[in-house]
């Protein structure tokens, strides 16, 4: 492999843009737009909760690690709350908190009936065998049974975790409460009350949302092409999706590097040899390696960051060729970079929307386990793309409303809703 394919540890996050303070920047313009008044401004400024918990664990050496886990929940004014957990050795309390507000406005935006959390533990999940995860799951989750529940607070897998974890998390929280409960957590396997669709569902989206996107712009999917950053769940279903609506995805990039195909890459092909390779890219022969700092400003029309925070910053945002960036990940474009892109005429489709098809199925799961009745495969489809095709009108048209890019008039869709929920609960 070419030495600049190789993957760099990102910088603590001290060292990066804070990501409470982009969303909070965010959040400030979109508040001052809406003439949002300093009452409820200052009760959705802050989280209502933060729980920081020391989860003991017994490692497979015989001693005992303690690991430190946080539950943040930013605001259930609109229901319970619902966010992932995050299982990665860079879990900060600040990250968190972002995380948790990102989900409240996710929620708003796409009308669904919950507030916004989120979870982490520092760990390293890549050392850590099965029986340590499983002990430090359950651990997390005995921890915080008095938050989580199925009315209350619904987590669900993010960096990290996923199916195998969500299930020990259930099976923790229904015997701890003498029942099951399957409706505690969402992103469970399908024999235990998981949802059709739901692994594909966040890709989806993005997909749905960037031909939304495509169609303002006067482009056809089989005329543009795109580079894809991050082939995980949501980078690998977004490339698979845009690649079927005909869209040439001539670059794509994980934790090994970066590779890049003029003619475009053979999406199904590389998806088959991360699986044959240990969910990872280096090697494969489909495509020539690039650097990967290189990817985010490829000459692409369409650019899909789907990996982690920060990756579009004021270093690299005036060299971006897209016309378009569909924010697959959480938090990718920093606050900085912001005028920069505006500046030259790049639409966002941000994440807060663009991500937004996974907990729109989630919440499907959630609602298939309170009936006990399982939906199919359509219902599930169909339902997902309208709510999504329905949110990226009412951002879009709230962007034309105001003047405004689509990623603040996300957040002023978002934080409308919430207060205006607030108007009417009242209370305080
Ligand atoms: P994942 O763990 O399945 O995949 C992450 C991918 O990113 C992997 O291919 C990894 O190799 C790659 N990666 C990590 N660091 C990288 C880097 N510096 N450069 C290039 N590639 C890198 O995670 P995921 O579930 O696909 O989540 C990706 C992002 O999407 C996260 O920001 C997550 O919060 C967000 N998100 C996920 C969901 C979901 O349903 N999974 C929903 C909403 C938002």
Known sequence: MAAHTVYKEPAPLMDRENPLESMMSRFNIAAEILGLDDETYNVLKAPDKQVIVNIPVTMDDGKIHVFEGYRVIHNTILGPSKGGIRYDKNVHLDEVKALAAWMTWKCAVVDIPYGGAKGGIICDPT???????????????????????????????????????????????????????????????????????????????????????????????????????????????????????????????????????????????????????????????????????????????????????????????????????????????????????????????????ANSGGVTVSYFEWVQNKQGFKWTLEMVTERADRIMSDAFEKVYQTSQKYKIPMRIAAYVVAIDKVAQTYKYRGGF
Do not use: C
Request: without cysteine; glycine residues 12%.
């Open 127 to 353: 050392t850590m065998s099965a029986g340590e995860i499983e002990r430090m799951t359950r651990g997390y989750t005995l921890a915080l049974k008095d938050i989580f529940g199925p009315d209350r607070d619904i987590p669900a897998p993010d960096m990290g975790t996923g199916p195998r974890e969500m299930a020990w998390l259930m099976d923790e929280f229904s015997k701890t409460n003498g029942m099951t409960s399957p409706a505690v957590v969402t992103g469970k396997p399908l024999v235990m009350g998981g949802s059709l669709g739901r692994t594909e569902a966040t890709g989806r989206g993005v997909m749905v949302s960037a031909l939304a996107a495509l169609k303002k712009l006067g482009l056809k999917p089989t005329e543009v092409s795109a580079a894809v950053q991050g082939f995980g769940n949501v980078g690998s279903w977004a490339a698979v999706l845009l690649h079927q609506q005909g869209v040439k995805i001539k670059a794509v990039s994980d934790i090994s590097g970066a590779y890049w195909n003029e003619d475009g890459i053979n999406i199904d092909e590389a998806i088959a040899y991360k699986n044959a390779h240990n969910g990872r890219l280096e090697g494969f022969s489909g495509a020539t390696p690039m650097n990967p700092d290189d990817l985010l400003t490829s000459a692409v029309d369409v650019l899909v960051p789907a990996a982690v925070e920060d990756v579009i910053t004021e270093h690299n945002a005036h060299d971006i060729k897209a016309k378009l960036i569909v924010e697959g990940a959480n938090g990718p474009t920093s606050a900085s970079a912001d005028p920069i892109i505006n500046e030259k005429g790049i639409m966002v489709v941000p994440d807060i929307l």
